[in-house]
């Protein structure tokens, strides 16, 4: 005669998500939801969580092609000069636009970047675009008819002549003050 073995099944009627079980065993008689929708919170949450780390995850993998872009921008005086160096990878001078007024300096562009990627049953292509545009005040004094601009291995050097501006500045004696005394009302 042969064995039978008989097994109980758990009725679908009480099914449990499955999640964060001490949290589940300690916080079911507070949060009863479960019981009465088929959901359990804690289980939800974790869920969202997991949703989350996944959607981190793939932006930090294209995250590059994701942020806006604006180029990195120095100003400094040297020599006389106004020097502004903007850094602009992988971008040619017909890329960039380069204007001076009488009180600003403006440079403008567009980067366009591809990339194409093929393996063996993997194919990706990437493409990404962005505007820049940044408005430099010039200082007064500024002479822009004689600005200069040369962009070398991604970096735009911009020279515009602006002698510094010597302003009359005058101390003022700071004095003892007599002490007031509250009047009584």
Do not use: C
């Amino acid at each position: 005669m042969s064995e039978v073995k008989v097994e109980k099944n758990k009725s679908l009627a009480r099914r449990e998500t499955p999640g964060l079980s001490p949290f589940n065993d300690f916080f079911t008689p507070a949060f009863p939801v479960g019981r009465f929708f088929g959901v359990n919170p804690f289980a939800t949450m974790a869920t969202m969580r997991d949703f989350t780390e996944e959607m981190d995850r793939l932006y930090r993998a294209n995250g590059p092609a994701l942020e806006a872009w604006t180029p990195t921008v120095d100003i400094q005086r040297s020599n006389g000069d106004l020097v502004v160096t903007a850094e602009l990878p992988g971008l040619k001078k017909e890329e960039v636009k380069v204007e001076v007024t009488d009180d600003a300096l403006i440079i403008e562009g567009e980067r366009k970047r591809e990339h194409k990627e093929e393996q063996e049953g993997y194919h990706r292509y990437e493409r990404s675009f962005g505007k820049f545009y940044r408005f430099i005040p010039l200082p007064e004094g500024a002479k822009p008819d004689q600005a200069k601009a040369e962009l070398t291995d991604g970096v735009l050097k911009i020279s515009v002549p602006a002698p510094e501006v010597k302003k009359k500045v005058r101390q003022i004696a700071v004095e003892e003050g007599a002490e007031k005394k509250p009047v009584a009302a």
